[in-house]
């Protein structure tokens, strides 16, 4: 059995992005009075969220909806659902 890592696993996955809507919003404000900003840059295995001058940004395009920041955040913190119908990963291994 050929064994692969993480990233190649990854790369092998398509994504079909939905221009119009995000899955995922932020409320600023309760991220960074939460601590929950940290969290979801920390948690997020495919780094959706990452922080650019002091705000967090959600690069929703290579989520793999796996559900982590929702369960990891502060309630109310972000809104996360899966993206509409025939949006979203498309698992090629696993
Ligand atoms: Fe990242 Fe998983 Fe949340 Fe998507 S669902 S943004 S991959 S932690």
Redo the contacts with the bound molecule.
Sequence with gaps: MKLTTIPQRLAADSFVIDEDESH?TVDQELCRSTGTDKVLIA????G??QERDGQLTVDYAG????????AVAAPGAIQ?HYPRGGYGVNYREG
């Design positions: 995922i948690v997020c295995p495919a959706v969220y989520c793999l909806e796996c559900g982590t920041c929702f996360w």
